[in-house]
């Protein structure tokens, strides 16, 4: 693939140079003239189905970023751990949250914390050139967001919006993937290296974004309360393939991505009178599609 | 009042000397110890009530940002233009908005647009050391996030959640506040500097961001289909002081702000295994409180 890590700039001026694109193209137009090749299916070994009244919400995650945490997320899914479980938390501008601490000690026990994992030599990461204050290196993996500290050898997920946690109280190897959250609002990166996590919600944010917003403290729904509820939550790979959602999203190791990313750094789109010159980790979309049969 | 505006950073790494705080406080802390005159009320001749079913959202404009805008959006609602506009846009991750372009010709026409304002020498800014990737300062004035430009001698408002701006079409002259929008998703500070923003959601932004996202291209709510509404929209210096919401908000150019800020910088919680050492401009919380009447 004729796609060169980009260094991560050190400085405070955003790097406008565009390295890939003699032209600037709108968002559309970028995926458009994408190749066949830069989409991938999803992983269906690592993905999840989650069913509500309002419809599924589709995330994927990540082994390589939370290996004993992911595989106790799919080992208690199969369980049936999740189905029927409500979401007890609608924080504004920061999480929703589902769990049962008392079912859950039925099914697992707490976990290693995985906050950040060795910085693989080969992986398919993507770097931004854009400053982050939170990291050195920020950028993706498999479309996740991810910062790195080369120098510690070392690499992570970054809370941007839509990615899933592992809850945790106090301790470090206090959760297990039986108490996961969602970031719905502006990205809380101090939460990164201080908790698992563990992948990122492909499709059906609008789900779990809308939900009314509890009003105790931390955004707690009470006990008694008419809660939102997770129908069922299943591996996509053991779903039948009629009711599977065939989607394909655009390769974050594509040269199409770093166009995509090129053109809403700078957007030529007529609106913009000006150009950012700058990208925030966060703000990088992730394109989505309706997988054609082949 | 003895707080020095902080010198910005060009560093990539994040300032972490602690200021202005011997001991670090979490965020309940720091409030319980703050001073009575570092809170202030708002400013009622420029705060808009609007009433929804779920309750009343309360915006501050800001004259010294946007002084035609905000004399407009006065105007239009003291001639109740605003009264049951429904709202028309609920982009999931970005925007609610509302205005009716038809109902608007009868009492507004378009304003110059108002993206910047010449940076004044003593008003009451304060600026993060942290770096930014869209700016080279960014901080506060009046409790609103600002950004800044000090060599071109200007400075303008920044997209961070519970901004309010004034929509427009491609040509820059063509908003006038009778088409408003709130964010309510990730900061699109890619938004900074294209348009006129107008002041920020000081209450209510769980009504504004748990509307039913529209599925339709930028979020529009379909003709017709059942959308919120907004009831009313009053200026507090209009509503009998007994229908008031005695609030009031902490002062940004307080030294409690400073020693806030640092606390969620480099969180003391118990939660927090490791400090960040850094904070988002948009990440800064805005403590507000009942009004204790003397």
Redesign the interface.
């Known amino acids: 693939m004729a796609l060169a890590l980009t260094a991560c700039g ?3 001026m ?1 790097v406008r140079e565009v390295r890939d694109a003699p032209q600037m193209l709108t968002m559309p137009q970028v995926l458009e003239q994408s190749a066949p090749d830069e989409w991938r299916s999803l992983d269906l070994a690592n993905t999840l189905y989650l069913e509500f009244e309002q419809g599924r919400v589709i995330i994927e995650l990540y082994p390589w970023l939370a290996p004993k945490h992911v595989a106790n997320i799919l080992r208690l899914t199969r369980a049936g751990y999740f189905d029927q479980l409500n979401i007890i938390r609608v924080q ?2 920061f999480v929703v949250q589902w769990g049962d601490g008392e079912k859950a000690k039925q099914f697992t026990q707490s976990l290693p914390g995985e ?1 950040e994992q060795p910085l693989p030599k080969d992986a398919p990461i993507i770097y931004l050139p ?5 990291a ?1 290196h920020v950028g993706f993996r498999d479309s996740m967001p991810i910062a790195a500290d080369p120098e510690a050898g070392l690499y992570w997920g970054a809370h ?3 990615v899933l946690g592992a809850g945790r109280d ?1 301790s ?1 190897d206090s959760g297990s993937g039986a108490e996961l959250y969602v970031v719905t ?6 939460l ?3 908790i698992t996590v563990a992948g990122r919600v492909i499709q059906g ?2 789900i779990l ?5 509890g ?1 105790a403290p931390m955004g707690m729904l009470p006990e008694q309360a008419a809660k939102p509820q997770i129908l069922k939550v299943r591996v996509a790979a053991d779903v039948p393939e009629a009711e599977r959602t065939a989607l394909e999203i655009l390769r974050s190791d594509s040269a199409s991505f770093v166009r995509l990313v090129e053109s ?1 750094r700078n ?1 030529p789109d ?5 150009k ?1 010159g ?3 980790l ?2 990088v979309p992730l394109p989505t599609r309706p997988k054609t049969t082949p």
Chains 1, 2 share one sequence.
């Open positions: 050190n400085h405070h955003p504004d501008n906050f854009d400053v982050d204050g939170y050195s941007c919006y839509g106090n470090k609002g502006h990205a809380p990166r101090q990164d290296r201080n944010m609008p974004s809308a939900f009314t917003r009003e809403r957007r007529a609106w913009y009178l000006r950012a700058h990208i925030d966060c703000n």
